[in-house]
C-alpha cells in the first residue's frame, strides 16, 4: 500500500484553509518489514521520522527542484548508521547527480555537511525505461515533461500498479507515450496544479503555459485513455484551500468519476 506522506505543490503550507487536504510537499511511501521506497523527498518526508526500524530505504527522486528534496537535510535516517539509504536519480549530461547532496548538506544553507551523514549513502543514476527490481517491487522510470527534465516512475507489484507523474505538463509528444505507461494501473496520480482557467492565466493575465505544469481536465482525459482505475490529483497548488480544492473534485468526477484528491497520510490501498 502506498501513503501519501505529502501532495503539495512549489511551498508547504499551513492553517485553518489547509486542514483537509494538507500543506507538505511531495512524498510517497511503501514499506515491506525492515524496507522502505520513497517517491520524493519533500516536506513530507519528516512523517518517517515516527517509523522506526528501517534499515533499507530506497528514495527515488523525479527531479531536484526544492519541493520535492526539501525533506532531506532533516530525515533522521541519514544521521542513523545502521540505515543503508540508496538515491536514485536522473542523470544530466551537464551535472554530476552525486553532488546535488554535497551541495544540500552544505553551510550556510545547512550546519550538518555530508560527510557527518552516518547513514550508508549511495546515489545511483536512473535510466528512463529501464526497469528497477527491489524484492517483488518493480519501478521504471520514463521521461515526464517539465523545465529542466522530471521523471515518471511505474510502479508493479502483483495486483498493484501506480504511475507517479508530478510536475508533468500536457501538451507534448509524451502525452501519447504517457497514455501507454498508465494503461490500466490502479492508481494514476497526475499533477493537477491548476485549474483549466488558471493555466491560462484568465484570473491574473499570466498564462502557465511551459512552467512544467497540468490541469484537473488533462488529468482525467489521459485517466480515461489509459482505462486506469483511479484518478488522484496531486501537487495541489498552495493557493488552493480545502473548499476550493473540493469543488475542484467535484468538477473532475463529472470527467472521471473515480477521482479522488490526495491528502497528507492518504493510504492508497
Known amino acids: ?22 500543506g507538505s510537499t511531495p512524498s510517497l511511501f511503501l514499506s515491506s518489514n525492515d524496507t522502505a521506497i520513497i517517491f520524493d523527498a519533500g516536506t513530507g518526508l519528516y512523517k518517517l521520522n515516527s517509523v522506526k526500524n528501517l534499515k533499507n530505504i530506497f528514495i527515488f527522486l523525479t527531479h531536484l527542484h526544492w519541493d520535492h528534496i526539501m525533506g532531506l537535510p ?15 536519480i536522473d542523470k544530466k549530461d551537464d551535472i554530476d547527480s552525486t553532488e546535488f547532496i554535497k551541495h544540500l548538506f552544505k553551510e550556510p544553507f545547512f550546519p550538518v555537511s555530508h560527510e557527518k551523514l552516518n547513514c550508508n549513502l549511495q546515489i545511483e543514476n536512473i535510466f528512463h525505461g529501464e526497469k528497477i527490481t527491489i524484492g517483488n517491487h ?20 502483483q495486483n498493484y500498479s501506480f504511475l507517479y507523474a508530478t510536475d508533468y505538463e500536457h501538451g507534448s509528444p509524451k502525452d501519447e507515450m504517457l497514455v501507454e505507461v498508465a494503461n490500466h494501473v490502479k492508481y494514476f496520480i497526475y499533477d493537477t496544479t491548476y485549474t483549466p482557467e488558471d493555466y491560462r492565466g484568465e484570473k491574473d493575465g499570466i498564462p502557465k503555459s511551459g512552467w512544467g505544469h497540468s490541469t484537473f481536465e488533462y488529468g482525467a482525459s489521459f485517466a480515461k485513455k489509459a482505462k486506469v482505475k483511479n484518478l488522484v490529483l496531486f501537487h495541489h497548488n498552495p493557493e488552493y484551500t480545502d473548499c476550493f480544492l473540493d469543488k475542484m473534485v467535484i468538477k473532475s468526477k463529472k470527467l472521471f468519476t473515480n477521482t479522488i484528491a490526495a491528502t497528507d497520510e492518504l493510504i492508497l490501498d
Open 1 to 22: 500500500m502506498l501513503t501519501i506522506l505529502g501532495s503539495r505543490g512549489t511551498i508547504p503550507v499551513s492553517g485553518y484553509s489547509y486542514v483537509k487536504y494538507g
Open 138 to 157: 518493480s519501478i521504471t522510470p520514463y521521461e515526464g515533461n517539465h523545465p529542466n527534465g522530471a521523471s515518471m516512475f511505474l510502479y508493479k507489484n
Open 74 to 88: 532533516l530525515f533522521s535516517y541519514f544521521y542513523n548508521p545502521s540505515a543503508n539509504i540508496k538515491i536514485f
